[in-house]
């Protein structure tokens, strides 16, 4: 699994508990006490769900696990949250955008040694090739007829 791809990112969760130490010595919760971490896109959509339990946490002293995230369309924010099994008001809630290699999408990148032709840069190339011809360039076909002023009609319906 590559750490960056264009379309794609790797997020690595990890959750530990503050209070280790204490709940090592005092237990105050059931060894079967679950929370929930979910991970969801800009578009609502699930894209992880696991179970987390304390006894786990309390083994390794962390928990981790390695998500490869896709992007989504309509924006690269991700809400992770970590819910509760027994406790309300304990949820975390994070909004997080993760890194990705390149831009938006790979096809909308632009080479750099490539000039972008806009409708204003065709516009001002056809009247740029109007006053060579000494004469004013029409806004209608109709009205001149000359070869010049044909060829600057068509560049600007490109």
């Known amino acids: 699994m590559e750490c960056y791809k264009p379309n794609k990112a790797v997020l690595v969760l990890s959750v530990s508990l503050l209070n280790r130490a204490l709940l090592e010595t005092r237990p105050s919760s059931h060894s079967i006490h679950q929370s929930l971490l979910i991970v ?3 578009d609502n959509h699930l894209i992880f769900k696991c179970r987390v339990s304390d006894a786990a946490i309390l083994r390794q002293g962390h928990w981790n696990q390695t998500v490869e995230v896709k992007r ?3 924006g690269t924010k991700l809400n992770i949250s970590l ?4 406790w309300v008001g304990l949820d975390i809630c ?3 955008e993760p890194v990705y290699s390149d831009g938006w999408f790979e096809s909308t990148r ?3 040694n490539q000039k972008i032709q806009t409708p204003a840069a065709k516009l001002s190339q056809a009247v740029q090739l109007a006053k060579i011809n000494n004469h ?4 209608c076909q109709q009205v001149c007829h000359h070869k010049c002023c044909e060829n600057a009609l068509t560049i600007l319906k490109c």
């Open 40 to 42: 969801g896109d800009a």
């Open 72 to 74: 989504s369309p309509t």
């Open 83 to 86: 819910l509760s099994q027994d």
């Open 94 to 96: 994070v909004e997080y």
């Open 110 to 112: 632009i080479p750099r």
């Open 136 to 139: 004013l360039y029409p806004i």
